[in-house]
């Protein structure tokens, strides 16, 4: 098997990390929901020590995700755990959650299962950190986006760029604050809850 690799992961990191290093200072364990091929997870915990760093997807990306994570050899990436949002999730808890690029791959159904199980694995305090594309006020913030709506509905019609207000709905009813809406490169965005 050849190593994964996300040319959009290699571009988008460094900005992440800014913004993984201001929210999640006080924060240890991390849980990524969909680490992808794994390119974040090592870039993240390498200039983050004092963060661990739980990757997790579906059971297919994960042959892909330990050869990122058996190549950097750091210690606080433990093995990838098989993560379906629609299935049953680990037993573990963590003070913060990182999802990036996930939300508008994934049918509407499971975004809303993902908020769900949330607090499951959520301590009190714990923060909440999704990158991707938004709407906002039931508009996209740029044509590049809307051309990237149509492009995904084409392909899939469960895919989509998110409203923002639907999705900080399911948070509120998953006990999540909304902290922030900090704008990324790309027309990306970042969306920031905490645990009530």
């Not at 992440?16 to 240890?28: G, K, N, P, S």
């Not at 050899?73 to 999730?89: I, Q, R």
């Not at 975004?111 to 199980?117: K, S, Y």
């Not at 999540?176 to 920031?192: G, T, V």
Request: net charge negative.
């Amino acid at each position: 098997m050849e190593k994964p690799f996300s040319p959009a992961c290699e571009r988008n990191r460094e900005p992440i990390r800014e913004i993984i290093a201001t929210h999640f200072a006080d924060h240890l364990h991390v849980l990524e929901i969909g680490s992808g091929t794994g390119q974040h997870a090592v870039h993240f915990a390498a200039a983050l020590p004092q963060l661990t760093w739980q990757c997790s997807d579906r059971p297919q990306n994960l042959p892909g995700i330990q050869m990122w994570l058996d190549d950097a050899a750091l210690p606080n990436t433990p093995p990838p755990l098989a993560l379906d949002v629609c299935g049953t999730w680990p037993q573990l808890q963590v003070d913060a959650v990182f999802s990036a690029n996930t939300l508008h791959i994934m049918g509407w159904p499971e975004v809303e299962q993902l908020f769900a199980r949330l607090p499951a694995v959520l301590a009190p305090g714990a923060r909440v950190l999704i990158y991707g594309p938004f709407r906002i006020g039931g508009q996209h913030t740029s044509d590049s986006n809307a051309l990237f709506d149509a492009r995904l509905r084409a392909e899939a019609p469960h895919m989509g760029i998110r409203d923002l207000e639907a999705v900080d709905a399911l948070a509120k009813a998953a006990g999540l604050r909304h902290l922030a809406d900090l704008p990324m490169p790309a027309n990306n965005r970042c969306q920031l809850w905490q645990a009530i």
